[in-house]
């Protein structure tokens, strides 16, 4: 490759037959974007069926598609769900699996056989993304809570008990039992 500043540069690129990966190997080699292109691996089956309008040909083969996405499926969540990608390329590798069960189901006229496939996808995943921001919430709400109590304990022999739960938010109760802790530890000390 020869560069606009006049440089030059040899480089080799690997070349790699996507048909020869399954998706063990993909996931090895972290080539996990690429997962959603196994179900591409029975267009000849899929053509086949619907060049020769076999029914049973074709429902095989759209039970093949059904597993095969649910294996997508499950090995991205379970990719996710270790932290080996984060949540947008979750969301961007289920959009992509997505989109090629729309291409398949309409490329191959399976009257939206696996159409199916796309709304367990969109539903596990927003379940998925509901369930991290609900619990974000409530550890910055614990967070929020931890703050505030080590500020009313430091707060409890300057002011009382009232002022420091009107300016902690916490409840008057819970800054009482502050107290009630603290007067029990400097007791046993």
Do not use: C, W
Not at 26 to 50: D, S, T
């Amino acid at each position: 490759m020869e560069f606009s500043n006049g440089t030059s540069g040899e480089y080799e690129v690997d070349v790699m037959k996507y048909y020869d990966y399954a998706d063990k190997a993909l996931i090895e080699k972290k080539l996990y974007n690429l997962l959603p292109l196994q179900l591409f691996l029975l267009r000849a089956e899929l053509e086949k069926a619907a060049k020769e309008k076999d029914e049973q040909a074709r429902q095989s083969a759209v039970i093949k598609a059904k597993e095969m996405i649910d294996k997508i499926f499950a090995a991205v969540t379970e990719l996710h769900e270790e932290q080996k990608i984060d949540d947008n390329d979750y969301d961007k590798i289920s959009s992509g699996l997505a989109e090629i069960i729309k291409h398949l189901d309409t490329r191959y006229n399976l009257n939206n056989a696996l159409i199916g496939g796309i709304e367990m996808i969109k539903t596990l995943a927003d379940k998925k993304i509901l369930k991290q921001a609900t619990q974000a919430k409530e550890n910055l709400a614990q967070a929020e809570e931890n703050r505030s109590i080590d500020i009313a304990k430091n707060l409890l022999d300057i002011l009382d008990v009232e002022t420091i739960a009107e300016r902690t938010k916490l409840t008057v109760e819970k800054v009482k039992e502050l107290k009630k802790e603290a007067l029990n530890q400097s007791a046993n000390n």
